[in-house]
């Protein structure tokens, strides 16, 4: 009988743990040119994140995100310049009427402005925090665009999904971490998909 019981135990946990949540799904788009291999650049001005949503679901974890963005150019073995640089050269700079961050005349516009070797725009499309507090998830699509000092576009496409706060871990408790922690994993994952810089 214990034997059984042991048993039955055994099945519940191995069916728990394939019933576990995916923390990350995503559909990648992603197209690189032949020009980034060539130019191997390796400093990158991030610009603002834009937040495309309709009603600025974003807003608030802008910074944040372009924070991470910064943070995790390294990993790709990319060195982004410091925020305030890349503000002082662009405070003039914003995108015109009918433009956003990733529209080609506005990224040549502002290649280039700081030194920068390569220019790393991103813009969020959608950020739904409708399952966060239920389920811990946020469902996403990023677009980003990497173009050259002269505006030459190197590298662009878009990342959709949705992702678990703590990914396989805990997730915080505080509502503005556990969607930090969202953002986090889902543009280290963008992040992935930018070829890696030749040593």
Same mark, same amino acid.
């Given at each position: ?15 728990? %743990?394939?019933? =576990?949540?995916?923390?990350?799904? =995503? =559909? ?11 130019? $191997?650049?390796?400093?990158? #001005? ?6 495309? =949503?309709? &009603? ?13 963005? !910064?943070? $995790?150019?390294? $990993? /790709?073995?990319? +060195?982004?310049? &410091? ?7 662009? @405070? $003039?700079?914003?995108?015109? /009427?009918?433009?956003? *961050? ?5 990224? @040549?516009?502002?290649?280039? @402005? ?6 790393? !725009? ?21 677009? !980003? *665009?990497?173009?050259? +000092? ?12 949705? *992702?678990? %706060?703590?990914?396989?871990? #805990? &997730? ?10 969202? #953002?986090?994993? &889902? ?7 930018? %070829?890696?810089?030749?040593?």
């Amino acid at each position: 009988m214990v034997m059984r019981s042991s048993a039955f135990a055994l099945l519940l946990f191995a069916l728990a %743990a394939c019933q =576990t949540p995916v923390p990350l799904t =995503t =559909t990648p788009t992603f197209t690189t040119s032949p020009s980034l291999s060539v130019r $191997n650049p390796s400093d990158v #001005a991030v610009l603002p994140v834009e937040d495309g =949503t309709a &009603a600025g679901d974003a807003a608030r974890h802008l910074e944040y995100m372009r924070q991470v963005l !910064a943070q $995790n150019l390294p $990993n /790709r073995r990319y +060195s982004p310049i &410091a925020t305030r640089i890349v503000d002082a050269a662009l @405070k $003039n700079e914003k995108p015109g /009427r009918g433009e956003t *961050v990733l529209t080609p005349a506005f990224l @040549k516009r502002v290649a280039g @402005k700081s030194t920068e070797d390569a220019t790393l !725009a991103v813009r969020v499309e959608r950020w739904d925090e409708g399952r966060l507090l239920s389920e811990k998830r946020v469902v996403f699509e990023f677009q !980003a *665009v990497l173009v050259g +000092s002269d505006g030459e576009l190197l590298w662009s496409g878009s990342l959709v999904g949705d *992702v678990k %706060a703590g990914g396989m871990g #805990a &997730a915080p408790r505080d509502r503005d971490q556990m969607a930090r922690s969202c #953002a986090e994993i &889902a543009l280290s994952e963008l992040l992935n998909h930018l %070829a890696l810089r030749q040593p």
